[in-house]
């Protein structure tokens, strides 16, 4: 079996006003207790194995893992190379914020095997993001970008965030040529998400801040699909576009169910047949730990058609889409006839296609994926 590692790093040194994740206030003393916490859950995991398991991919998210000293991640690393066989191609990537990216500490991220950096960038306006709550500007944008490329990262990801406040359609379409432009080998692209409560939604509701209308994102949308592609980025996922060869390979385990150990506060994970998650309160994640016991907060197993449900929900992200000739071969009819209905129904609409057994969204079906696959869960 061939697994992902997810490792959470919960602090941040700011409060984003758009964020609901699990967070922790950045403090530098919590940083090491933290560390010796995953290797103690790491040794817990690994120790009762029979065999070692294999690792081809190591995915450090957050809060901001870049807060994390240069020496910490190293022996957080090295952990994961004495309990597991982390392959020499291992794609070890680590989410960071371009205001924490130091030219040392680059440098130890890079000797200690980290070789693609996701940086939460979100925009190149610098009233954009102040207005978000960023810390960082276009000049340290650029600045991290050098730093790193002197370090030889050449694999660099950038999250971009549509719909923020003051975006209109130009200053949107200068972030995407900026991305271009900047050299970097993979884009995410998220909409602001106000259905979580947080500091943004408040305001929003109350009228002091307005974000762009609804059909002005579904429009740029839309068009960041074409002019990412003219640019070299094909999209693979709906919030997701590569230059070729650079598709994130850990993040599309979730989407192809592939399994993913994750450690760490609020960290979940996928064993092929069940999911699980760690505790999301420091004291308890602690707790168990100091009892010896793996911080497991629940675990699910999923019957057949639950995982069924998941396959179309999370395959139809993609755009490779589900072969439903191979979901033939391990459901009956029966099981499959509501969901071909449903799917034959968006057909009709223009949300999903049909191309031979591949059943992939449509760009409009995309827009519209969480009331599509409403229809699944
Ligand atoms: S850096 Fe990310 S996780 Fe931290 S507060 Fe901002 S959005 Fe949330």
Redo the contacts with the bound molecule.
């Keep these: 079996m061939i697994s992902g590692i997810y490792i959470h790093i919960p602090f941040?040194s700011?409060?984003?006003k758009?964020?609901?994740?699990v967070?922790v206030p950045y403090d530098h003393k919590i940083i090491r207790k933290y560390q010796a916490g995953i290797l103690k859950e790491i040794t817990l995991y690994t120790e009762f194995l029979e065999e070692r398991i294999q690792i081809d991919s190591i995915y450090f998210g957050?809060?901001?893992p870049s807060l994390l000293p240069g020496e910490n991640l190293a022996e957080i690393l090295n952990a994961c190379r004495d309990h597991f066989n982390v392959s020499g191609d291992c794609e070890i990537s680590l989410e960071a914020?371009p205001d924490t990216l130091t030219d040392r500490k680059s440098s130890l991220y890079r000797k200690s095997g980290v070789n693609r950096i996701s940086m939460?960038v979100q925009s190149f306006h610098d009233r954009e993001l102040e207005v978000i709550?960023?810390l960082h500007t276009f000049d340290s944008i650029l600045k991290s970008v050098k730093i790193l490329r002197k370090k030889e990262f050449t694999n660099i990801n950038l999250d971009l965030l549509l719909g923020i406040p003051l975006q209109t359609p130009g200053s949107w379409r200068e972030n995407l040529r900026r991305v271009s432009e900047t050299g970097f080998s993979h884009v995410s692209v998220y909409m602001l998400d106000l259905d979580e409560p947080c500091q943004l939604s408040a305001a929003v509701s109350d009228g002091s801040v307005s974000v762009p209308e609804d059909d002005t994102v579904a429009g740029l949308y839309l068009e960041t699909i074409d002019i990412l592609a003219s640019y070299g980025y094909q999209q693979y996922e709906i919030s997701n576009f590569a230059q070729t060869g650079r598709k994130c390979r850990h993040n599309l385990k979730y989407w192809r169910r592939k399994p993913v150990i994750g450690f760490g506060l609020a960290s979940h994970s996928f064993d092929g047949y069940s999911r699980y998650a760690n505790f999301r309160i420091m004291d308890q994640y602690f707790k168990a730990l100091d009892e010896s016991r793996l911080p497991i907060d629940w675990r699910k197993s999923l019957g057949k058609k639950e995982a069924l449900a998941e396959m179309l929900f999370l395959g139809l992200r993609m755009n490779e889409g589900v072969q439903w000739d191979k979901l033939r071969h391990n459901y009956r009819e029966d099981d499959l006839k509501d969901f071909e209905n449903s799917l034959r129904e968006f057909g009709d609409k223009g949300f999903v296609e049909w191309e031979g057994s591949t059943v992939r969204l449509t760009a409009n079906g995309m827009l519209l994926s969480n009331e599509i696959f409403q229809q699944f869960v």
């Excluded at 758009?18 to 994740?21: E, I, L, M, T």
């Design positions: 941040c700011q409060n984003c758009y964020c609901h994740f967070t957050g809060g901001t914020n939460g709550g960023r």
